[in-house]
């Protein structure tokens, strides 16, 4: 087990973990968990119903919440001609094509979310064992296989978000900072909660959203009540 901090272990005393806390009530109580040196990231957790092994129960796709997530994201884009020329208009850090694919396939990642348009994907395809594990492969699922560049750098620049199910039926997001205002994360977690409820895949069985939970980057979780 990995040694918790000093912090951390004081911050968990004040969480009931029986308890399943309103909203409202956990993120008042996350805000007043003593803080880190640095502007932590909060991050909403949730169980779902679904078993990962059935392809077609598995969630993935990316929303744009409400109040941001208090960081611009890194973009990079797989684009030519005028649809790079677009990108590199709308904001991304990196364009290119062949010389790019190259570059990631030599083991740059240093990215948070890579686009591509739809003709490049002969070339991005390739990248898979690289991006993959890595949740950065572009998926029309998720937007990031676009023809409508300028759009999507624009909205992941402002910082639309990813999501996808783990093998352990789990969907992570980052949902703001911990510096954000009690209003602004509850909207936002309200938006992505709402969001991945009204994904639910036909094939899924029982109680589709089985548990919530709400954290920071250094802290222990809270249980959030449906």
Known sequence: MAKRSKRYLESRKLVDSDKKYDLKESIKLLKS????KFDESVEVAMKLGIDP???????????????????????????????????????????????LVKKVEGGWV???????????????????????PQGKMPSPKSGTVTDDIETAVKEF??????????????VHAIVGRKSFSEADLEDNINAFV??????????????????????????????VKI
């Open 194 to 223: 709402k969001h991945i409820t009204n994904s639910r895949p036909p094939s899924a069985k029982g109680i589709f959203v089985q548990n919530v939970s709400v954290s920071s980057t250094m802290s222990p979780g809270i249980m």
């Open 110 to 132: 240093d990215f948070d979310v890579a686009i591509a348009t739809s003709d490049m994907m002969k070339l991005v395809g390739k990248l898979g064992r690289v991006l993959g």
């Open 53 to 99: 092994k059935q392809s077609d129960q598995l969630i993935r796709g990316s929303v744009s919440l409400p109040k941001g997530i208090g960081k611009s994201l890194k973009v990079v884009v797989f684009a030519a001609g005028e649809k790079a020329e677009f990108a590199k208009r709308a904001g991304a850090d990196e364009v290119g094509a062949e010389e």
């Open 157 to 170: 620049k402002a910082g639309k978000i990813e999501y996808r199910t783990d093998a352990g039926a789990n």
């Open 33 to 36: 968990f003593k803080p880190a």
